[in-house]
């Protein structure tokens, strides 16, 4: 709880305000002629019956803790490792992996021609028509720094991608039969997530969460693909977006350094949204634990393992995606 107080010279009760929710330490800065109760959201003054300070306009000077983004890409640095050491360095999380691209054969010759397509242009599309909206949006809020630290992150998730798959992490011989090189994690997911990744960032608070619903949308869509066209595994698809998860954290705590005006976060954020994935997680949960209970079944266990992936994807997106909203709410 904050005290307001007027500049103006003169006899003046202080009243608290609120901060709300967003767990961070917040300075209200008041003025003018306009009363406590209209103000929106959390900042609306309680039980004053409508009467109060008189206030012109509002505006929240957060200071967001650097040490919570750091967390966040800690948390993703160490689902990345389990992901990675289950089912790549694991006989029962390859054969649950591969069971599921194998169930891709349900549905490719139906949705192939367009997620080929999708695949054939998703990586130059979506960097190039990322980076423009990323520098109109940059140029109109006037925030170089949020547009360095964006286009950076969203290229050092790329190139970490590129190098955990080709120059680190191996994949050995199980014994599982499928594709044997290294595919995890995959680099059109990444590419797709990581321009997402640039708008959320450099998009006004009262948009950011809008933007990160449907970049979400696009970048699951996108790892959707890789596994309806068997380019990629279901671990795979998952470990580039926490690739992207990461990076999003460490640009998070360089933007967060520095205290900048904030707007209200929107009464229906979807950082309390929960619910979105928790249908794809409670589906993707018990198809796993059928898959690896009998890893060896045969075209029923494969379609249950591909539905499996398919909603473990869309459950990591969406879960990532509110995280990513709760944290970045009071940052300008």
Not at 106 to 128: C, E, H, K, N, Y
Not at 253 to 258: D, R, T
Not at 299 to 319: C, P
């Amino acid at each position: 709880m904050l005290p307001v107080t007027r500049r103006n010279p003169g006899p003046l009760r202080s009243q608290p305000i609120g901060v709300g929710s967003v767990g961070h330490r917040t300075q209200v800065r008041l003025e003018g002629p306009r009363r406590l109760s209209q103000l929106p959201g959390p900042f609306a003054a309680r039980g004053s019956g409508g009467t109060g300070l008189a206030v012109r306009r509002w505006t929240v000077l957060s200071r967001s803790n650097p040490y919570r983004f750091l967390g966040g890409a800690l948390l993703a640095t160490a689902v990345f490792a389990a992901l990675y050491l289950f089912f790549v360095r694991t006989h029962a999380g390859q054969a649950a992996d591969q069971l599921a691209y194998d169930g891709a054969d349900f549905g490719r010759r139906s949705v192939t021609p367009f997620t080929q397509g999708i695949l054939d242009w998703l990586p130059m599309a979506s960097a190039v028509v990322g980076l423009l909206l990323t520098i109109v949006i940059a140029l109109i809020r006037r925030h170089l720094k949020t547009f360095v630290v964006a286009v950076g992150v969203a290229g050092a998730a790329i190139a970490t991608t590129q190098l955990l798959k080709y120059g680190i992490l191996t994949r050995p011989d199980l014994g599982v039969e499928g594709y044997a090189g290294n595919s995890f994690p995959s680099g059109h997911t990444t590419v797709a997530a990581a321009s997402a990744l640039a708008l959320f960032l450099v998009a006004s608070p009262r948009t950011r969460s809008k933007v990160g619903v449907w970049g979400t949308v696009f970048a699951v869509l996108a790892g959707l693909s890789t596994l309806a066209d068997q380019w990629h595994r279901p671990s795979d698809v998952i470990a580039a977006l926490l690739v992207v998860a990461f990076w999003g954290c460490v640009g998070g705590a360089v933007l967060s350094v520095n205290r900048g005006a904030v707007d209200p976060p929107p009464h229906d954020s979807p950082s309390r949204q929960w619910w979105i994935a928790i249908p794809f997680a409670i589906v993707s949960g018990l198809a796993l634990v059928v898959t690896l209970l009998d890893a060896s079944a045969g075209a029923s266990g494969a379609l249950i393992a591909y539905i499996g992936g398919l909603t473990a994807i869309a459950a990591s997106g969406f879960l990532i995606a509110v995280t990513a909203t709760r944290l970045f709410a009071p940052l300008p």
